[in-house]
Nanobody, 121 residues
Framework: QVQLVESGGGLVQPGGSLRLSCAAS????????MAWYRQAPGKQREMVAS???????NYADSVKGRFTISRDNAKSTVYLQMNSLKPEDTAVYYC???????????????WGKGTLVTVSS
């Protein structure tokens, strides 16, 4: 079992910045893809940014140039630096991590409980 704990959410003014963190703990042998998703009220959950085990990144068009995803494998943590925030970024942000428990196990996806980001003046 792997547990994900997100932090860093809160209220910020338009144009402001926020940094989200997601720390994984538990039975972790290896970490593969890590990502951030978000879901606004009445909307479907969407992928915001992802990062592979070798650092390759992908971003949703709506956040390119404003958000940066990074990871620290030693700390089993993935981050999302959000700059130039817009009201449209308001949503619950969820961390996703693919992890294996041992050398014989396949990767399994895990989800965090979510952290609320509100962008408003």
């Amino acid at each position: 079992q792997v547990q994900l704990v997100e932090s860093g959410g809160g209220l910020v003014q338009p144009g402001g910045s926020l940094r989200l963190s997601c720390a994984a703990s538990g039975s972790i042998f290896s970490l593969n893809n890590m990502a951030w998703y978000r879901q606004a009220p009445g909307k479907q959950r969407e992928m915001v940014a992802s990062i592979s085990s070798v650092g390759r990144t992908n971003y949703a068009d709506s956040v390119k140039g404003r958000f940066t995803i990074s990871r620290d494998n030693a700390k089993s943590t993935v981050y999302l630096q959000m700059n130039s925030l817009k009201p449209e970024d308001t949503a619950v942000y969820y961390c996703y991590v693919a992890a294996s428990s041992d050398r014989y196990s396949s990767y399994v996806g895990y989800w965090g409980k979510g952290t609320l980001v509100t962008v408003s003046s």
